[in-house]
């Protein structure tokens, strides 16, 4: 695979545009202030975890124990909660901390940006071709300044839309990520039984 071919589906698979309403609704209790220095704050953070997923994941599940299969089903249920909560809001929103408060690490971070598709797809890069890591590291970097880009225009999506647009996009992407989670959960159980027939 080429080095613009991986970036491309590094890219696709962050799915910045779909992460939009998300980001939004997550920091609208923030003051203005803070909301992009919050969001460079979680795109960095996601930067270093897939950076070092990339180059250490494979070792990491296999110190643990861990197949990929996992990975898979504990994203799906995150993403289930998350979407959940966005269609359902409470007096917590979707980050499970109180109106103002900053979150952290949890869901921006992990695993909106770098979530366990896009660490799966590092882990397979790496395992496929090792010796391309520079490759690799290119093209995760390209993907990941694509959508921190678009991410931290959330601020100008949100004045064309408005309150009520974010609020249906919201709850539209809540159904699309239950629906996302269930099929992650989904393919992480059968491919865990795949593998559990093979023993």
Do not use: C
């Not at 545009?17 to 992009?36: C, D, M, Q, T, Y």
């Amino acid at each position: 695979m080429e080095t613009l071919s991986a970036a491309i589906m590094l890219f696709l698979i962050m799915d910045p545009l779909g992460n939009l309403p998300i980001f939004s609704a997550v920091l609208k209790h923030v003051e203005k202030k803070r909301r992009k220095q919050i969001l460079i704050r979680e795109l960095l953070i996601s930067l270093a975890i897939m950076m070092v997923f990339l180059f250490t994941g494979e070792a990491i599940l296999n110190f643990l124990s861990l197949k990929q299969e996992a990975v898979s089903i504990a994203g799906g249920i995150i993403l289930f909660l998350i979407g959940i909560k966005m269609i359902f809001p409470s007096e917590g929103g979707i980050s499970g901390v109180a109106a103002g408060e900053e979150p952290f690490i949890v869901p921006l971070a992990i695993p909106l940006v770098a979530g366990p598709s896009i660490l799966a797809a590092l882990l397979l890069l790496a395992h496929t071709d090792p010796n391309r890591m520079t490759d690799w590291s290119l093209a995760l970097f390209a993907a990941w300044s694509a959508s921190a880009v678009i991410l931290m225009m959330s601020d100008v999506f949100h004045r064309l839309l408005g309150e009520k647009g974010l609020t249906a996009v919201e709850r539209l992407m809540g159904m699309l990520l239950v629906m996302i989670s269930i099929q992650m959960l989904l393919d992480g159980i059968i491919a865990y039984l795949e593998f559990a027939k093979t023993l």
